[in-house]
């Protein structure tokens, strides 16, 4: 079973956030990712380079499902603002 905090810094380690939030119960996560790298990319885009950080972890069976909302910096600052 995984942890919050593993998938964590698994996204952690291979995309620079400047937030980065994880919560779940062992086998299905949620995940609020900010990071710069996704300007520019579509949703699907965005969550395929998340998946690309996790591949192994989801091919082993280790992670099973990660619902993820994605933004930029300047996104997630609209939004808090809303």
Known sequence: MMHPERVQ???????????????????????????????????????QLVNRILQQHFDSGELHALSMKTQTPAEWRDASRG
């Open 9 to 47: 810094q698994l996204i952690a380690a291979g995309l620079p956030c400047e937030h980065l939030q994880v919560s779940g119960d062992g086998h299905h996560f949620e995940a609020l990712i900010v990071s710069e790298s996704f300007a520019g990319r579509n949703r699907v885009q965005r969550q």
